[in-house]
């Protein structure tokens, strides 16, 4: 048998100071290795290759906080009708609510259904206008969510953790996919009224690098205080300012990489010199025509301020932006603890028009395939009264709806129990919830990772799967 002439690949030391003279100089590698990483920073916003062909390219996500009632818009019980007025049947199981309503009694709704398009879906007449549109949207009757009240529950929907900490969705796509401008933020949240419980929390980039979070828009004059320059600084100086204002950043930096707050305003400096003519022009509506602002309400005061975000969100779509979030009733304004039909009726007619409005300038405009669209809220509401004619705070099954980027249209997931307590058929968790928005982006939620405190973390935590019969 011939024997092989090939070295071995490892060659023993063969004293102590040999192996300390090997191990040295490959401490030396390491280190230029480093010095010369340090050279080429790295744009972190720079456009990344998805992990497989996207069907959508933004993510407009409609936020209605508080938790509107499923089984008042979209969800209608019959056996609420049947079993009016008394108490929630024992074959439904013990549940532990937020304001002790359990053992109340059942509560049907008030509104008039009917069903809607080719796939015969069912609307209240709260929403007659999104009603419309249903042979566009897949239905999600079977969600869940793990918190009781609001702050954790509306950070669980945007961070997959109802404990604040975490990277919330828009940081996580734009740390996914980098941002597909220049000169306009990656993620932009929109909000209607007050501040959304938890604050900034809901759109930060938790243990992400911070260049990743949220930008909130101001709701009224420029989106974003002291963007334009005083009028003596021309744009020489104003650059000028900014290149020695990097320099001594980048000084102070250089001995402190771990420092992202740094870097992320860094970057933001930088964002911001370019948004000074790009921002203005993207929110500046008086281009748009008569006919496209009173599509979206704007000729309405009940509908104008919902209906100025809705198409504000379709003209960032057009300039590049992924992650777009617009808050409905911010700050819990959809918490009907009590006379529900006078909250509902108020946010439902807030937000009709302008949701159909945005829908049908999408697919005119050939957006609507490339945008996910996304309807919600952090939970739904229960089945059972709360102070005679409120409802209370239901996390165990809730409706959404997708629409456009590539989910099927006119279909319905899942089902609730017969009183709309429960997901019982198909239950679909907000982790799924997030690793299909990823997947239809073109991110894969397993390999979409991040290393913090030695642990490879993900957008999804240690569960989410893809809802597969969602994806056209």
């Known amino acids: 048998m011939e024997t092989s002439l090939r070295p071995p690949h490892f060659v023993p030391a063969r004293s102590r100071r040999e192996f300390l003279m090997r191990s040295c100089g490959g401490l030396g590698a390491l280190a230029v290795s480093s010095l010369l990483h340090g050279t080429t920073p790295v744009d972190p916003l720079a456009p990344k290759k ?8 933004s993510v407009i996500w409609l ?14 019980k019959p056996e609420l009708e049947r079993l009016a007025g008394q108490p ?46 249903v ?62 419980l938890g604050g900034s929390k809901n759109w930060s980039s938790g243990f992400l690098p911070a260049t990743y979070q949220g930008t909130l828009f101001r709701r009224e004059g420029s989106p974003i205080l002291d963007l334009a320059p005083p009028s003596t600084i021309g ?16 000084h102070f930096g250089d001995a402190r990489p771990e420092d992202t707050e740094l870097e992320a305003r860094l970057n933001s400096y930088e964002l911001a010199y370019r948004m000074q003519s790009s921002a203005p022009e993207a929110v500046d509506l008086a281009s748009e025509s008569e006919a496209t602002r009173k599509l979206y ?14 198409l504000l969100a379709r003209r960032l779509v057009e300039r590049g932006v992924r992650f777009i979030e617009l808050y409905s009733g911010s700050g819990s304004g959809w918490d009907a603890h009590t006379d529900l039909d006078l909250n509902h009726s108020k946010h439902c007619m807030e ?73 019982v058929e198909r239950p679909v968790h907000v982790h799924d919830l997030h690793a299909t928005i990823l997947w239809c982006l073109g991110l894969d939620h397993l390999k979409v990772t991040y290393l913090h405190n030695g642990r490879s973390e993900r957008p999804t935590i240690v569960s989410g799967e893809v809802v597969r019969e969602a994806l056209a």
């Open 135 to 196: 042979d566009e949207i897949t239905m999600f009757h079977s969600c869940w969510a793990d918190g009781l009240n609001h702050v954790g529950s509306v950070c669980q929907m945007n961070t997959g953790s109802i404990l604040a900490g975490r990277p919330s969705m828009g940081a996580w796509v734009t740390y996914g996919l980098g941002t597909a401008n220049n000169n306009l933020p990656a993620f932009v949240i929109l909000t209607d009224a007050g501040e959304v």
């Open 235 to 250: 744009d020489a100086q104003q650059r000028g300012r900014l290149d020695l204002l990097r320099s001594l950043n980048r």
């Open 351 to 423: 937000t009709d028009r302008p949701i159909a409005g945005l829908l049908s300038d999408l697919k005119s405009r050939g957006l609507l395939d490339s945008t996910l669209v996304v309807w919600g809220g952090e939970f739904g509401r229960t089945p059972f009264n709360e102070k005679g004619n409120g409802r209370d705070h239901n996390p165990w099954g809730f409706s959404m709806w997708m629409a456009g980027g590539g989910v099927k249209k006119g279909q319905v997931i899942g089902r609730t129990d017969d009183i709309g307590l429960r997901a």
């Open 297 to 310: 309400g704007m000729d309405n005061p009940v509908t104008a301020k919902f209906g100025t975000n809705c």
């Open 50 to 57: 998805p992990d497989h062909p996207p069907t959508a390219k």
């Open 88 to 133: 929630m049947p024992p074959s439904y199981g013990k549940v532990i609510t937020a304001m002790g309503t359990a053992s109340n009694t059942l509560m049907p709704s008030s509104r008039k259904w009917k069903q809607y398009g080719e796939s015969g879906m069912w609307v209240s007449d709260w929403y007659p206008d999104i009603a419309e549109h």
């Open 63 to 76: 936020f209605l906080e508080g938790g509107p009632s499923h089984l008042d818009i979209f969800d209608p």
